[in-house]
């Protein structure tokens, strides 16, 4: 599996864009970058997915370069709700599949 | 929007003891999952499921762990004889075509 490896931790304040950069040197041609957030005491929630370039939904945009050794999140506009884990994974997209989770990127938005 | 759910949110058990963690996947979702939380550590993957039988299991999910789908909708997570290391978050998630939906979580206290 794929070793990720973001910020430990990043700070910014309300109606800022946010942009966490995660590096994944050894992903595999069939993995996929996604990624949860989580806030305290609750279980991981899905944000986005991506397999190669620009990939946006109504809460993030996610950016893969074409060598897809690194990826992007992209959160605009952040709320005082946005504080929370953020993490990136990158695994294959079988069905059964673990999803391996680092120690994520605390981000804390401030008013 | 459907969800996963667990029971109960707490549960506090003394050392040697058994218990048994519920959650009721996703209605339509065939992959089931559970995770674990040490409280302030990254989450980690115990086992997935599918058709019936464990499909994956991480070096955690050792014999005293077992998992069981017993009828339609409830997938549990057992542990036979708790340790004190046992105590943590535990997480039950399940898949439909590619994301990974999270319970809120049961609070495992063992003392």
């Known amino acids: 599996l794929a070793k990720t490896t973001q910020p430990i931790s990043m700070d910014s304040y309300e109606g800022q864009e946010v942009n966490i950069t995660c590096s994944h040197n050894?992903?595999?041609?069939?993995?996929?970058i996604t990624w949860y957030q989580q806030f305290p005491s609750q279980g991981p929630r899905f944000i986005i997915q991506g397999y190669k370039t620009k990939v946006t939904n109504e809460v993030a945009s996610l950016f893969i370069p074409a060598d897809r050794k690194s990826s992007t999140l992209s959160l605009p506009r952040v709320s005082l709700s946005d504080t929370a884990v953020y993490y990136c994974?990158?695994?294959?997209?079988?069905?059964?599949?673990?999803?391996?989770f680092g120690k994520g990127t605390t981000l804390s938005v401030s008013s | 929007e459907p969800e996963v759910t667990q029971t109960p949110s707490h549960q506090v058990t003394q050392m040697g003891q058994e218990v048994i963690l519920r959650c009721v996947p996703i209605?339509?979702?065939?992959?089931f999952y559970w995770y674990r939380q040490i409280l302030g550590q990254k989450v980690e993957f115990l086992v997935s499921f599918y058709n019936n039988e464990i499909s994956e299991k991480s070096e955690i999910f050792d014999d005293q762990f077992s998992v069981e789908r017993p009828d339609g909708s409830n997938f549990t997570l057992k542990i036979r004889s708790t340790k004190l290391e046992d105590s943590a978050m535990y997480f039950c998630?399940?898949?439909?075509?590619?994301?990974?939906?999270f319970g809120p979580g049961t609070r495992l206290t063992v003392t």
């Open positions: 209605s339509n979702h065939l992959y």
């Open positions: 994974l990158v695994a294959s997209n079988q069905a059964g599949t673990a999803l391996i």
């Open positions: 050894n992903i595999a041609t069939n993995d996929y």
């Open positions: 998630a399940s898949r439909n075509s590619y994301e990974q939906y």
